[in-house]
């Protein structure tokens, strides 16, 4: 499955975009206004830069949240789920198809 949005920038892009927020947010009023600065020079909206900051900060834990890797390994278990949960539907319903069909080949002369 593919992601709809298509990934415009590098992670490198993304890194340093990041490291720029964090080592110049002191030369600005607010975090926001250094988001503002930062995501214009790169060619994104501030609001993808500011999740991006968001994101390295939880990732390096400075800040409350599920690291990435650790999202990446639950959506991973959860898909492995669903396929044998699936797997296992199947497999009943084939249990039950020929059993059937043993019983039906039993009960005839």
């Known amino acids: ?4 949005t298509t990934n415009k920038f590098s992670p490198e892009v993304r890194a340093r975009a990041v490291r720029m927020v964090l080592d110049h947010a002191g030369e600005h ?6 988001v503002t600065s930062v995501a214009a020079k790169i060619g994104c909206t501030p609001q993808t830069l500011h999740d991006w900051v968001k994101k390295a900060e939880v990732d390096s834990g400075q800040r409350a949240g599920v690291p990435t890797n650790m999202a990446d390994k639950l959506k991973a278990l959860e898909r492995e789920n669903r396929e044998l949960r699936q797997a296992n539907e199947i497999l009943r319903k084939a249990s039950a198809y020929f059993a ?7 009960s005839k002369p």
């Open 1 to 4: 499955m593919t992601s709809k």
């Open 29 to 34: 009023p607010s975090r926001w206004a250094a």
């Open 100 to 106: 059937m069909a043993e019983l039906d080949r039993r």
